[in-house]
């Protein structure tokens, strides 16, 4: 039996002896970096292995047609060495030891679905919080695992967070298990999609990179080879012969080398059918319903689909619960970047699917991915995707405006300032110009800290405050557009315009403002 926990067995002759049996003693295994690492690292790597374990179990909770475990890991000192070395010991496995997938996109050629499945059921069970990867071991027996974190904290320096989630989602394709485990399908693009089901997963090196690794090479991608059938038809043959087998399998489920799908599952179908009809409800809820359905999806799974996380933040934001901080935003984020790069196609840029990536995190209110958007659609300068651009017709300029309005309401100032001169010329909107909403939009910018990092006047700053107020000072003076003339309030405008410029160290500008403030004034005598 492959045993993946510590077991202490005391001698039969004597229950007094303290003495281990060593005649039914276990080989083992003890570990150690090959460069010299911190200390505490060793505890971190024990704490990873032993978090994964408790997912495993969670895992295996849920009846899957194979249960996973990973191999409890201790620590072994030694107290009478020079400089008390420390080691990693766990039981030894035999069998033929495989790295299933690692933590930079790599997934193994044999295809096999539950260790694919795990990671994929970690990321939704832990709300998109984590998910456990670099499986590998021996059957399901799994040793030296990594955890990708939402935040990138804690679980070392391996721990990519939500770039290295996108590049496992990036050649991950969605077998029977998941879908018995009720996993949604994570959003690729067209051609992501093909490449999955045509080329092999990922052709990189299957070794465990670090952050400063990752960052070092992740613009070198190898080329991907062919496989002899697609995915598609590969996973599809494998749950029609599992569903055709009638017989009861004799060996341990961590024993065997191949997965079995069985189709008889009445507690993951029971639990799939409730879903679909919670999905398939109202969305008109009362307040005891919102509180109901938060409490609810707070403790099921989060799906991987843009759709469920919508209608997810949709709720959040209806019963004002949590903040837009989509961890799926990012993951789509990172990959509108890996595809501009080309990551996954041999170094020729995927503008297209970066596009699609860049959408959907938009779409779930990333707001560095709605500004990129917005300007896209309005043809306007932006900084991802740069080679990328839509065709000027009047739906996508409303398409950009929507998206740009949507980063204004979340405080950009950039966005807020588009927002203004759209309304200010009617150049985006066309009839829809408004004087007044532009005066409205220029004074939030303004009310929006103008400062560097180090709290300074950014001198760099492409609209500081006192043009901000000589525009406002002009649609005042002039008046139109459902906005009043106000000669006193442009006046006072004006001369604000002149202060601040003097602040800005703008001393002509200000000389300039200071004599319109007079001039208007003196129009107003008159």
């Known amino acids: 039996k492959k045993l993946s926990n510590w077991k202490k067995s005391r001698c039969e002759e004597d229950v007094n002896d303290s003495s281990l049996d060593w005649k039914q003693a276990l080989n083992c295994v003890v570990k150690s970096y090959i460069d010299p690492v911190e200390r505490f690292i060793y505890f971190e790597d024990c704490k990873l292995q032993m978090d994964a374990k408790l997912w495993g179990e969670e895992y295996t909770r849920h009846n899957p047609p194979k249960k996973v475990d990973i191999?409890?890991?201790?620590?072994?000192?030694?107290i009478n060495r020079p400089g008390k070395p420390i080691y990693h010991l766990e039981h030894f496995v035999e069998g033929d030891y495989i790295k299933y997938n690692s933590n930079s996109g790599y997934v193994d050629?044999?295809?096999?679905?539950?260790?694919?499945?795990?990671?994929?059921?970690?990321?939704?069970?832990?709300?998109?919080?984590?998910?456990?990867?670099?499986?590998?071991?021996v059957g399901d027996l799994y040793t030296d695992p990594q955890v990708h974190t939402a935040d990138g904290k804690s679980y070392g320096e391996a721990n990519l967070g939500p770039k290295g989630m996108a590049l496992f989602f990036s050649s991950h394709t969605c077998n029977p298990l998941c879908e018995l485990l009720s996993l949604t399908e994570f959003d690729l693009s067209k051609k992501?999609?093909?490449?999955?089901?045509?080329?092999?997963?990922s052709n990189q090196s299957s070794s465990t990179l670090s952050i400063k690794d990752f960052e070092r090479i992740n613009s070198v991608v190898n080329p991907v080879s062919p496989v002899e059938e697609s995915l598609e038809d590969y996973f599809l043959k494998r749950a029609s012969e599992s569903s055709s087998n009638q017989t009861t399998p004799t060996q341990s489920p961590l024993e065997s080398p191949v997965d079995d799908f069985s189709m008889d599952f009445p507690v993951i179908r029971s639990r799939r059918?409730?879903?679909?009809?919670?999905?398939?409800?109202?969305?008109?809820?009362?307040?005891?319903?919102e509180e109901r359905l938060f409490q609810q999806h707070r403790r099921s799974h989060r799906g991987s689909s843009v759709a469920a996380e919508i209608?997810?933040?949709?709720?959040k934001k209806f019963t004002g619960k949590m903040k837009n901080t989509s961890i799926l935003g990012k993951i789509h984020f990172e990959l509108a970047r890996y595809n501009e790069m080309g990551r996954f196609t041999d170094k020729e840029p995927d503008l297209e699917s970066g596009f699609y990536h860049l959408i959907l995190a938009a779409d779930l209110g990333l707001t560095d991915a709605v500004i990129n958007a917005g300007n896209i659609y309005l043809q306007l300068p932006h900084d991802l995707l740069v080679e990328f651009s839509v065709e000027d017709t009047e739906e996508n300029r409303i398409k950009g405006y929507n998206y740009i309005l949507e980063a204004a309401n979340g405080g950009d100032r950039k966005s807020?300032?588009?927002?203004?001169?759209?309304?200010d010329s009617g150049e985006i909107l066309g009839h829809e110009r408004s004087w007044n909403e532009a005066v409205h939009w220029y004074q939030c910018a303004m009310d929006t800290a103008d400062d560097d990092d180090a709290g300074y006047f950014d001198a760099c700053m492409e609209d500081p405050n006192y043009s901000l107020m000589v525009r406002q000072a002009e649609l005042y003076r002039k008046g139109g557009f459902d906005l009043a003339q106000d000669l006193q309030q442009a006046a006072e405008l004006y001369n604000s315009a002149a202060e601040n410029a003097t602040a800005s160290?703008?001393?002509?500008?200000?000389?300039?403002?200071?004599?319109?403030?007079?001039?208007?004034?003196?129009?107003?005598?008159?």
Not at 109 to 117: G, I
Not at 311 to 315: G, I
């Open 109 to 137: 050629e044999t295809l096999r679905a539950t260790p694919q499945a795990f990671s994929h059921f970690t990321f939704e069970r832990s709300a998109h919080q984590l998910i456990v990867v670099d499986v590998q071991g």
């Open 192 to 201: 992501g999609r093909q490449r999955l089901l045509t080329s092999q997963f």
């Open 71 to 78: 191999i409890q890991v201790s620590i072994l000192e030694f």
């Open 311 to 315: 209608k997810l933040f949709s709720l």
């Open 505 to 526: 160290m703008k001393g002509r500008l200000a000389t300039k403002y200071y004599m319109i403030a007079e001039e208007i004034w003196g129009e107003m005598d008159e």
């Open 416 to 423: 807020m300032i588009i927002i203004a001169k759209a309304h």
């Open 273 to 289: 059918k409730s879903r679909q009809r919670h999905d398939s409800g109202d969305d008109v809820f009362d307040k005891n319903d």
